[in-house]
Nanobody, 123 residues
Framework: QVQLVESGGGWAQTGGSLRLSCVVS????????VGWFRQNSVKEREFVAA????????FYLDSVKGRFALSRDNDKNTVYLQMNSLQPEDTAVYYC????????????????WGQGTQVTVSS
């Protein structure tokens, strides 16, 4: 059974940092790209970031460039989203998702989804 489990969410002060983790099981992790999406009460689900199977190809939402950074550890079947300089606008439920081989911004590319982790940022 394929599972994606997010962790690391919580509350952060404006300007603070959090690191989200996505642990993937039930598939050959190195064959899958991993993306992060987020959704809040006033916006549709939006793409945040994604990393390809080669660990080189990455995409970021414009508003998080320079603040968020993706990395992956294939030995641990884990993708990390380091979030720095957090702003209230980053408040959302964050979901990780896996797509075989492909990498991109479209949620239609992603076959498997986690349950999400809440991130709340306030001053």
């Amino acid at each position: 059974q394929v599972q994606l489990v997010e962790s690391g969410g919580g509350w952060a002060q404006t300007g603070g940092s959090l690191r989200l983790s996505c642990v993937v099981s039930g598939l050959t992790f190195s064959r899958y790209s991993v993306g992060w999406f987020r959704q809040n009460s006033v916006k549709e689900r939006e793409f945040v970031a994604a990393i390809g199977v080669n660990t080189v190809t990455t995409f970021y939402l414009d508003s998080v460039k320079g603040r968020f950074a993706l990395s992956r550890d294939n030995d641990k079947n884990t993708v990390y989203l380091q979030m720095n300089s957090l702003q209230p606008e980053d408040t959302a439920v964050y979901y990780c998702a896996a797509a075989e081989l492909h990498v991109g911004r479209s949620p239609e590319l992603f076959d498997y989804w986690g349950q999400g982790t809440q991130v709340t940022v306030s001053s």
